[in-house]
């Protein structure tokens, strides 16, 4: 196994779960990889810097939260490694990178464009779409969706009814 710890890179191995609901007890994991990180990065901006590393997008690393695991240890947040707020990377993890995890979790439904592409799903589009018209009114979704008519293609009609949607402009 080739460790990187000389220059001005250190390798993080990082886990990315998240989660349907704050409520949902159970995670599934969705990314993992090691990310080169600058040695010299401020600790407190190890979880941002890693998420836009892997290809997340700011909203998601503003939300995150994040851990350490040493081992087979249990995590640690990190807001609970150290009080410093000048410490980097290199200071906290030079010695420890090759034990440990960091653990980032996403908490909130992501939305398609947090997602790296090689991570859409057809229950992750789902979902995304859940909360879209969840969150918007009819109103909203007009001015985004300018149709007049939704209408199934002629070729997958099994039944004589046509269902229409109109979209009214206020």
């Known amino acids: 196994m080739l460790y990187i710890t000389s220059g001005s890179l250190l390798p993080v191995f990082c886990v990315v779960e998240h989660k349907e609901s704050p409520l949902e007890r159970e995670r599934r994991e969705e990314h993992a990889e090691f990310v080169l990180i600058k040695r010299d990065l401020l600790f ?3 979880i941002e810097m890693a998420l836009l590393t892997l290809g997340y997008s700011h909203s998601s690393a503003a939300q995150a939260k994040g851990s350490i695991q040493v081992g087979k240890w249990n995590p640690v947040p990190l807001s609970c490694v150290t009080d ?3 410490a980097t990377v290199a200071d906290m993890l030079q010695d420890v990178h090759h034990v440990i995890t960091l653990k980032i979790q996403l908490h909130s439904c992501p939305k398609l464009e947090d997602l790296p592409p090689e991570q859409w799903s057809h229950s992750t589009v789902r979902n995304a779409l ?6 918007m009114n009819q109103s909203t979704l007009a001015k985004e969706c300018p149709l007049s008519q939704v209408r199934p293609p002629p070729h ?10 109109n979209f009214r402009k206020t």
């Open 44 to 46: 407190n901006q190890l």
């Open 84 to 86: 410093a707020p000048d």
């Open 130 to 135: 859940k909360e879209l018209l969840k969150d």
């Open 156 to 165: 997958t009609h099994t039944h004589t009814h046509t269902h229409t949607i």
